[in-house]
DNA sequence: CGAAAAACCTGGCAGC
DNA sequence: TGCTGCCAGGTTTTTC
């Protein structure tokens, strides 16, 4: 499900949680991506959440014992924040964080998404190798640039490996190269500094409207306060296939790219 | 080694 | 009403 501004846009509804103190674990279900470690609970219960941050597609819980948690939520990953009175059990609620008076409750029926407890979040195996962050000033052309020289994939599979560039996913690789009428299937190595300078700042300016308008929702993404993302109504080519390019009229195509549907409009996009 | 394919899961939907 | 096959916002593991 979530890419960088869904990501992004969870974050944020869990942020009044800062300063908040963990009063309870309760894990339903420890078999996600990785089986939740059975010393998960003793480590972040009675604890403070002392920040929360964002890194790549991953929610960091900083904990007051100096252990942070790692979450991600995978495909199809949500969270939601319900009053402790409230007792709603939904299918496929894992964990829930309990709190004095809200409680945040993690739900993913695929059980891509992991939750992970560590004392060095900078030298975890799912933290070290990410690359750098879209929305900073080390997301560049000239870096991008010379990224794409080593390269010998196309631009689309670059694009969504996280160790080129974070957060960005099948939706807003698709929207990106269309607003810098690149295609797709073009090889990264093939891009010059003019292309790189144009899909970085159409990756950007993407991620941050998306995240403006809370994230994309499809069928099933809601943030953590329940509200859906509107980003649907302005995607230009994702899942737009046979309809008309908004730029030039002609049709959308559909294309598949390392297993992944990949949309793009021929005319506009070389 | 890097790139492509398969794998991990469940649910929804189209087609028969 | 099934049942089958395909598709889904991600990332690791396996294979080539």
Redesign the pocket.
């Known amino acids: 499900?979530?890419?960088l501004p869904?990501v992004e846009t969870t974050l944020r509804a869990i942020e009044k949680f800062q300063g908040s103190k963990i009063q309870k674990v309760k894990i339903y279900n420890r078999?996600l991506?990785w089986k939740v470690v059975d010393c998960f609970e003793s480590l972040s219960q009675k604890q403070f959440v002392e920040s929360l941050e964002r890194r790549?597609?991953?929610i960091i819980f900083n904990l007051s014992n100096n252990k942070s948690i790692i979450l991600?939520?995978?495909?199809?990953g949500s969270l939601r924040i319900a009053d402790n009175n409230e007792n709603f059990f939904i299918?496929?609620d894992h964990v829930e964080l309990i709190f004095d008076e809200q409680k945040i409750i993690y739900n993913d029926?695929?059980?891509?998404g992991s939750m992970h407890i560590t004392s060095n979040v900078q030298k975890h195996?799912?933290i070290k190798d990410l690359g750098p962050e879209p929305l900073s000033k080390k997301f560049n052309a000239k870096n991008f640039y010379k990224a794409c020289r080593?390269?010998?994939?196309?631009i689309k599979?670059f694009l969504?490996?996280?160790k080129n560039v974070?957060g960005?996913?099948?939706?807003y690789a698709s929207e990106s190269l269309f607003l810098s009428s690149i295609s797709p299937l073009r090889d990264a190595q093939d891009l010059d500094l003019e292309d790189c300078k144009r899909l970085v700042a159409s990756g950007k300016k993407i991620l941050k409207k998306a995240i403006a308008v809370g994230?994309?929702?499809?069928?099933?993404?809601y943030s953590a306060d329940g509200s859906p993302?509107y980003f649907k109504f302005k995607l230009n080519v994702?899942g737009r296939e046979s309809e008309d390019c908004k730029k030039c009229g002609e049709s959308i195509y559909k294309v598949?790219i390392?297993?992944?549907?990949t949309f793009y409009c021929k005319s506009c996009q070389t």
């Open positions: 499900m979530p890419e869904e078999n991506r790549a597609k991953y991600h939520l995978g495909m199809s299918k496929h029926p695929r059980r891509f195996k799912l080593y390269s010998k994939t196309n599979s969504m490996n996280q974070v960005i996913g099948n939706i994230g994309t929702t499809l069928k099933d993404f993302g994702y598949v390392n297993q992944r549907a």
